[in-house]
């Protein structure tokens, strides 16, 4: 079966600082991999999606970056965090076709000081 | 544009009657629906979907949601409440052969009252 794992559960960073999370999935091969940043708890902002090694599409123009180094791994960057950075990031991967659905994450709670 | 809404914010229904959950979507193309549950601070749960076939689809914990193409609505409904249910619920949308982006409600907060 599959699953997804991101780290760290939680990180608490000042501003200017950077900032790497990671995500990786297992029992799947070629997912399309996404970065979503939830604030207050309410709605999902779709950050960035990849359908492949090295193909990465930014949905808000922002200080954050993506890369997928691997085929599995998707991290989520910046080099100089903000306040407005602060929310909860959740990772998510689906299937080019079947699974349809979306699987999430953990997610990492980050809060900017 | 592709859109979904979710017009409750928040739905407060007693222990053991039925709840609804709304959700209408506006797109271009046959859409693939889905629903999904938030508890607090954890990640999203998929629940169920509808690609295609039988309009009434059901999912875990005894959810089910029902696919209007008229209406353009997948409303996830239980027949029985539990206080357990309690957390915030999101539809979604995904188009096929228009890309990989999922569309997202803005979320339904549902509060069981014991």
């Known amino acids: 079966s599959q699953t997804i794992h991101q780290w760290p559960a939680t990180l608490v960073q000042p501003v200017g600082s950077p900032l790497s999370l990671e995500c990786t999935v297992e029992?799947?091969?070629?997912?399309?991999l996404y970065w979503y940043r939830q604030a207050a708890g309410r709605g999902l902002q779709l950050l960035f999606y990849?359908?492949?090694?090295?193909?990465i599409s930014s949905e808000v123009p922002q200080n954050l970056s993506a890369s997928r180094p691997q085929d599995r791994q998707f991290i989520l960057s910046s080099k100089k965090l903000l306040l407005s950075d602060s929310g909860f990031y959740l990772c998510?991967?689906?299937?080019?076709?079947?699974?349809?659905?979306?699987?999430f994450g953990p997610g990492t709670r980050l809060t900017v000081t | 544009a592709q859109s979904v809404a979710q017009p409750e914010d928040q739905v407060n229904v007693a222990e053991g009657n039925p709840l609804t959950v709304k959700c209408t979507y506006s797109?271009?193309?046959?859409?693939?629906l889905f629903w999904y549950v938030q508890y607090p601070n954890r990640g999203l749960q998929f629940l169920l979907k509808?690609?295609?076939?039988?309009?009434l689809v059901k999912g875990s914990y005894g959810f089910e949601a029902e696919f209007n193409k008229s209406q353009t609505s997948f409303h996830l409904k239980k027949p029985s409440a539990l206080v357990s249910d309690s957390a915030l619920y999101f539809c979604?949308?995904?188009?096929?052969?228009?890309?990989?982006?999922?569309?997202f409600g803005t979320g339904t907060s549902l509060t069981v009252i014991p």
């Open positions: 998510a991967w689906s299937g080019t076709g079947d699974p349809y659905e979306q699987y």
């Open positions: 029992g799947t091969s070629n997912p399309n």
């Open positions: 990849s359908v492949g090694i090295g193909q």
């Open positions: 797109v271009s193309g046959n859409p693939y």
């Open positions: 509808y690609i295609t076939g039988d309009n």
């Open positions: 979604a949308v995904r188009v096929p052969n228009t890309g990989n982006q999922f569309y």
